[in-house]
């Protein structure tokens, strides 16, 4: 059995791999909630969203805007390849989103966001001024600023987009962007669940006829 799920788990890999995935595509996106700290109201942390049945977060690559939320809305998907700012805003992501480690030491889940949001606004060339009574948290920014690796940083752009948000499906409004993670597509995990479950199916049907 070990020997199967290996591999059934290489072919599920595999189609991982092989399943296309366009540059960009349109979609409904319904921005749910957000992390905010007082001192700038327009500054948030990490956005909550579920885009077809997908749950996830993200963070703005671009000057905050008004924009309601939650509300319904339309997002375009971009490739980050090849975009080393983009890369690098993946990286503190991938090392440091509150969602994926939980908040800072003597930092709060709002303040852990800003923190990340803030490197990311400076990664962008659109720094945020320091604001007196917060310097806990510009320095912590620079910290994180500081920590990216000088590697190479393309193999992010595998797990991380770019998403344009938008008003409308003609594009009349353009929103925000932000970037959020790479989820496996739900058809291969289905298809890499199917076959497994053929492969114990398999070994049940070989005891019977033995």
């Given amino acids: 059995m070990k020997k199967a799920f290996v591999f059934f788990a290489v072919i599920v890999a595999l189609l991982a791999i092989a399943v296309p995935r366009s540059d960009a595509y349109f979609t409904n996106i319904y921005l749910s909630a957000f992390q905010n700290i ?40 971009f ?9 690098k805003v993946a990286w503190l992501m991938d090392n440091y989103g509150y969602s994926k480690f939980g908040a800072f030491p003597g930092f709060t889940a709002a303040e852990t966001g800003t923190i990340v949001q803030l490197a990311i606004y400076d990664l962008i060339g659109q720094p945020v001024a320091p604001v007196a009574g917060y310097d806990a948290l510009f320095t912590k920014m620079n910290q994180l600023i500081n920590s990216i690796p000088a590697t190479d940083l393309a193999y992010l752009s595998a797990e991380y987009k770019e998403l344009a948000i938008y008003n409308n499906s003609d594009k009349g409004m353009a929103y925000q962007e932000v970037i959020t993670p790479v989820p496996v597509p739900a058809a291969v995990w289905l298809l890499g669940s199917g076959l497994i479950g053929l492969a114990g199916l398999r070994k049940k049907v070989s005891k019977l006829i033995t």
């Fill in 79 to 87: 490739s980050i390849a090849g975009n080393q700012n983009l890369l």
């Fill in 38 to 77: 007082m001192w700038q109201d327009k500054l948030t942390g990490e956005i909550y969203y579920d885009m077809g049945g997908e749950n996830s977060y993200s963070y703005c690559v671009n000057p905050s805007v008004d924009m309601p939320v939650p509300g319904n809305y339309y997002a375009e998907q």
